[in-house]
């Protein structure tokens, strides 16, 4: 019973991390007010290429590893890609 007890502790734990992990972008898109499906893949490219076009964004005050996470969410969500995200949803 016990071993039972701490699996299921563990498995739960286990998907609220991953779950965690996997909105954490979204959530950064959600609070800098970018949507990703408004731009084309190669416009986010220029936007993250460009100091300016960060800062205005506010992109430029995230750490290295929220800046690829949400480079990467705003590529794969883009207009022109295969998922991309449409305002709203």
């Given at each position: 019973?016990?071993?039972?007890?701490?699996?299921?502790?563990?498995?739960?734990?286990?998907?609220?991390?991953?779950?965690?992990?996997?909105s954490?972008?979204?959530?950064?898109?959600?609070?800098?007010?970018?949507?990703?499906?408004?731009?084309?893949?190669?416009?986010?490219?220029r936007?993250?290429?460009?100091?300016r076009?960060?800062k205005?964004y506010?992109?430029?005050?995230?750490?290295?590893?929220?800046?690829?996470?949400?480079k990467?969410?705003?590529?794969?969500?883009?207009?022109?890609s295969?998922?991309?995200?449409?305002?709203?949803?």
């Amino acid at each position: 019973m016990r071993i039972s007890k701490a699996l299921l502790f563990f498995f739960a734990l286990s998907v609220s991390t991953l779950t965690l992990y996997a909105s954490a972008p979204q959530e950064l898109a959600k609070k800098l007010h970018l949507i990703a499906g408004k731009k084309a893949i190669i416009q986010w490219e220029r936007v993250f290429k460009s100091n300016r076009k960060m800062k205005k964004y506010g992109i430029d005050k995230l750490s290295k590893e929220e800046k690829e996470s949400l480079k990467n969410y705003l590529l794969d969500h883009a207009a022109d890609s295969d998922h991309p995200t449409v305002a709203g949803m």
